[in-house]
């Protein structure tokens, strides 16, 4: 992709500074540069745009993969989750958004629902990275934009967020966690998490589109809710060994199910996460 055009992206900072605001970016148009990036000389590598840059299946694939990069490209889910990753109508353009819709195609037991991920063909070290999306709502959804080691050793990861609908707190509370070596012990700079480790931004999420990122550098994530910083906490991207976990792809998916959010309402089903775009911005020359 381009370079941000610079000028033009300032000037059209206000009209994207909402993270509420309905419409994706037209093809074409400039894009903002987020507020915690400026003066800073990054620039747009990545802008997946489901209304524009990716706006059908084929574009899609040719950007992504719908299974996780384990077992050969081929695992369909993680742990004790009730989905499994398929390509039968879940991944839908809709309203100029791409929608992962979670099915239920059996019983409502493991393997009996089918649902929808993506996991980038690009993978990168450090930036910053956003997506603008829609979660849905209902117990035993949960959604996730996050970042996994390329090399397929885990971990590290960092969860840009998690919307985990347990059926008490809902989509009104986000998480933002970090795994790997020294994570759980890493000095916090500044946080606005509850002693739970979640953020309770005083509305539901699952209301309208909301802006979610990370400013990943080699010494520390900042994490982003619609440019309000939600935890700042160093970090290292390293293997258990110590060494440089490199490059990472990225992933938003719609588990259902679990231990941690519970059995899935059936009401809640079909499901749509809906995603607006992701984009990647880098440190170098615009």
Request: glycine share 10%.
């Amino acid at each position: 992709m381009s370079g941000i055009d610079r000028r033009r992206a300032l000037a059209l900072l206000g009209a994207f500074a909402c993270g509420t605001c309905a419409a994706p970016a037209e093809e074409g148009a400039s894009v903002a540069e987020p507020p915690a990036l400026l003066g800073r000389r990054y620039r747009l590598v990545k802008n997946w745009d489901f209304g524009s840059t990716v706006a059908d299946d084929a574009a899609m694939r040719r950007e992504f993969f719908t299974r996780y990069i384990h077992a050969g490209g081929t695992l369909d889910h993680l742990n004790d989750e009730w989905q499994r990753y398929r390509d039968h109508d879940n991944h839908v353009f809709e309203d100029g958004a791409l929608s992962r819709v979670a099915h239920l195609r059996g019983e409502l037991a493991p393997g009996g629902i089918e649902s929808g991920m993506l996991r980038s063909r690009w993978s990168g070290e450090y930036g910053y990275f956003e997506c603008r999306m829609k979660v849905p709502a209902g117990r035993g959804l949960w959604p996730a934009f996050w970042l996994h080691p390329q090399d397929a050793h885990w971990p590290p990861e960092i969860d840009v967020v998690e919307i985990v609908d347990d059926g008490r707190i809902g989509t009104r509370q986000s998480f933002h966690f970090l795994h790997g070596l020294g994570a759980k012990t890493a000095p916090v700079r500044a946080s606005r998490l509850d002693r739970h480790q979640a953020h309770r931004p005083g509305f539901d999420y699952a209301d309208e589109f909301h802006r979610f990122a990370v400013d990943w550098r080699a010494d520390g994530v900042r994490h982003y809710v619609d440019d309000v910083l939600v935890v700042d906490r160093a970090f290292t991207w390293t293997h258990n060994d110590g060494s440089d976990a490199g490059p990472a792809h990225v992933l938003v998916n719609l588990a259902v199910g679990g231990k941690w959010p519970g059995p899935p309402d059936p009401a809640a089903l079909p499901a749509r996460l809906r995603v607006a775009h992701i984009r990647v911005w880098q440190a170098g020359e615009s």
